[in-house]
């Protein structure tokens, strides 16, 4: 079975993270004629993310930017800064220590070792860990209209 199929360049193993967390996605050409038009949002989970994959589909997942950690966000009804958060949450793991102190660009974030505790929240909370925003492969959600 392969695991890296891509959905106009972003493969399974981008994707799988994201799926046990509702993440969300836009379609962006009607991929199956008259089905889901231009602009459709899907939920996308374990069970649909199969039917995206291939050639002919064109979706984006819609993800933060890693510049909003110092950002208030909203998950769940929950409204947080996800850096306080983990500050307070898991302040002793070296490599959220590292993100904390960081004076170079969040663009970077995807090429650092960092703790899985760390990452998995980062997902969870639909930060973009891979670099998909600058890659064009990912919509940045604050960008999208209500």
Known sequence: METSSPIE?????????????????????????????????????????????????????????????????????????PIEWMNEEIPNTPGFDFIRKMDFPFKYLPSTIIEYCVMEKLIEWHFDVFGLIDRGLAININELKP
């Open 9 to 81: 360049g972003i493969t399974l193993k981008h994707l799988a993270p994201y799926l046990p967390y509702n993440v969300v996605g836009v379609i962006q050409s009607n991929i199956h004629k008259g089905w889901l038009p231009e602009g459709s949002k899907v939920k996308l989970s374990l069970e649909n993310a199969r039917m995206f994959i291939g050639k002919e589909s064109t979706i984006k997942i819609r993800l933060r930017p890693l510049s909003d950690l110092t950002k208030e966000i909203e998950v769940n009804g929950e409204r947080f800064v």
